[in-house]
T-cell receptor
Framework: KNEVEQSPQNLTAQEGEFITINCSYSVGISALHWLQQHPGGGIVSLFMLSSGKKKHGRLIATINIQEKHSSLHITASHPRDSAVYICAVRFSITSNFGNEKLTFGTGTRLTIIP | DAGITQSPRHKVTETGTPVTLRCHQTENHRYMYWYRQDPGHGLRLIHYSYGVKDTDKGEVSDGYSVSRSKTEDFLLTLESATSSQTSVYFC???????????FGDGTRLSIL
């Protein structure tokens, strides 16, 4: 069982569309990360959050601690946003999973068509 | 971009041979990590280090060993490579365990 679930696994959209990628997790966390993996393979950290919302350019990340759910939104999507988006969590110190390590979802592959 | 260099970037070798991957950082970050990435799985932690000579196992540590004799270098060794260790390996660094991780460009390793 994967403690971190992402949906959808694959998403194709037209340029300009509003994109939402979801991440849910099973137990309490200390922090949640969103990362982007480019088609060439490089991985970049986008956000780290433990509550509320963060925004950077056209990217917005939200988290609902009570519902154990986070979303990554992309406004005015562009072909250069095509990538795999990865959610990762650091479980809380009271969990059985250890809180010094990240547990990763399997990623959402986003393709933006011009 | 964080100064992280992985070497080699690509390697093909035979079953049973030893393999060492190197991660070098210029950021003086305390934490260093080795992950493997395989289709259908998220990134999985192999080993990590929280200081010179301080290392701990991750979820997929069997068949791997690590060493960190200097802050800037974290080595991953496959003592006797198997085909199941064919994967893409990523090194990451962070200032603390509760800080964002910065990733290297990855090493594509094929064990034939």
């Amino acid at each position: 069982k994967n403690e971190v679930e992402q949906s959808p696994q694959n998403l194709t959209a037209q340029e300009g569309e509003f994109i939402t990628i979801n991440c849910s997790y099973s137990v309490g966390i200390s922090a949640l990360h969103w990362l982007q993996q480019h088609p060439g393979g490089g991985i970049v950290s986008l956000f780290m959050l433990s509550s509320g919302k963060k925004k950077h350019g056209r990217l917005i990340a939200t988290i609902n601690i009570q519902e154990k759910h986070s979303s990554l939104h992309i406004t005015a999507s562009h072909p250069r946003d095509s990538a795999v988006y990865i959610c990762a969590v650091r479980f809380s110190i009271t969990s059985n999973f250890g809180n010094e390590k990240l547990t990763f979802g399997t990623g959402t592959r986003l393709t933006i068509i011009p | 971009d964080a100064g992280i260099t992985q070497s080699p970037r690509h390697k093909v070798t035979e079953t049973g041979t030893p393999v060492t991957l190197r991660c070098h950082q210029t950021e003086n970050h305390r934490y260093m990590y080795w992950y493997r990435q395989d289709p259908g799985h998220g990134l999985r932690l192999i080993h990590y280090s929280y200081g010179v000579k301080d290392t701990d196992k991750g979820e997929v540590s069997d068949g791997y060993s690590v060493s960190r004799s200097k802050t800037e270098d974290f080595l991953l060794t496959l003592e006797s490579a198997t085909s199941s260790q064919t994967s893409v390996y990523f090194c990451a660094i962070s200032q603390g365990f509760d800080q964002p991780q910065h990733f290297g460009d990855g090493t594509r390793l094929s064990i034939l």
